[in-house]
């Protein structure tokens, strides 16, 4: 089992930025992907980014293309999630999450085995 922890959420004006970590511990030998996921009220959980940990792939849904990037620190056992130009409708509550398999869909959530608590991002306009 690994147990993932967020950090980095908080409230942040239109057009600034945040920096959300994940750390893994527990059994992340055999990791192959983390992804973040976010829930706004009222809404599902979404995908947002996820990156493949051995290679450093990052995948991104679209309407955070350009501006979050998705990165790793292997020696930490860490994701990072960096979003810059946020915008108020990127307020919700953000999720890591994290997979073994090499056969999930990266943007289901399904396919992730283990979750964080969450942490909040408020973007106010």
């Known amino acids: 089992q690994v147990q993932l922890v967020e950090s980095g959420g908080g409230l942040v004006q239109a057009g600034g930025s945040l920096r959300l970590s994940c750390a893994a511990s527990?059994?992340?030998?055999?990791?192959?992907?983390m992804g973040w996921f976010r829930q706004a009220p009222g809404k599902e959980r979404e995908f947002v980014a996820a990156?493949?940990?051995?290679?450093?792939?990052?995948y991104y849904a679209d309407f955070v293309k350009g501006r979050f990037t998705i990165s790793r620190d292997n020696a930490k056992n860490t994701v990072y999630l960096q979003g810059n130009s946020l915008k108020p409708e990127d307020t919700g509550v953000y999720y890591c999450?994290?997979?073994?398999?090499?056969?999930?869909?990266?943007?289901?959530?399904?396919?992730?085995?283990?979750w964080g608590q969450g942490t909040q991002v408020t973007v106010s306009s």
């Open positions: 999450a994290a997979t073994r398999s090499a056969f999930s869909v990266y943007a289901r959530a399904v396919g992730y085995d283990s």
């Open positions: 990156i493949t940990w051995s290679s450093g792939r990052g």
């Open positions: 527990g059994r992340t030998f055999d990791l192959y992907r």
